[in-house]
């Protein structure tokens, strides 16, 4: 079993930045895959960013160029950096994982975190 507990969210106006961090209970360093996901209020959660136990990275296209994913293996953290914030990023995030390859399908993650709550003002 993996513990995923994320930290990081608030307010922010637009254009600026935000970052989210996931702990987890355990190792994760070597099989498992990562990932942010994201759910606004009515709309179903979506794939946001990924990286592999190799550290290769996955993004969803409206957030490529703004959010970078990272890992630091010494602390079984993952990170999302959030830069350029829109309005349209707000969301409730959630920190997955799963053995394996990063995949960008929900249901394909075993593990997951409760969510930090992230709000772009306009």
């Known amino acids: 079993q993996v513990q995923l507990v994320e930290s990081g969210g608030g307010l922010v106006q637009a254009g600026g930045s935000l970052r989210l961090s996931c702990a987890a209970s355990?190792?994760?360093?070597?099989?498992?895959?990562m990932a942010w996901f994201r759910q606004a209020p009515g709309k179903e959660r979506s794939f946001v960013a990924a990286i592999s136990s190799h550290s290769s990275t996955y993004y969803t296209d409206s957030v490529k160029g703004r959010f970078t994913i990272s890992r630091d293996n010494t602390k079984n953290t993952v990170y999302l950096q959030m830069d350029s914030l829109k309005p349209e990023d707000t969301a409730n995030y959630y920190c997955?994982?799963?053995?394996?390859?990063?995949?960008?399908?929900?249901?394909?993650?075993?593990?997951w975190g409760q969510g930090t709550q992230v709000t772009v003002s306009s």
């Open positions: 355990r190792r994760t360093t070597s099989s498992y895959a």
């Open positions: 997955a994982a799963r053995v394996g390859s990063a995949v960008l399908i929900t249901t394909l993650y075993n593990y």
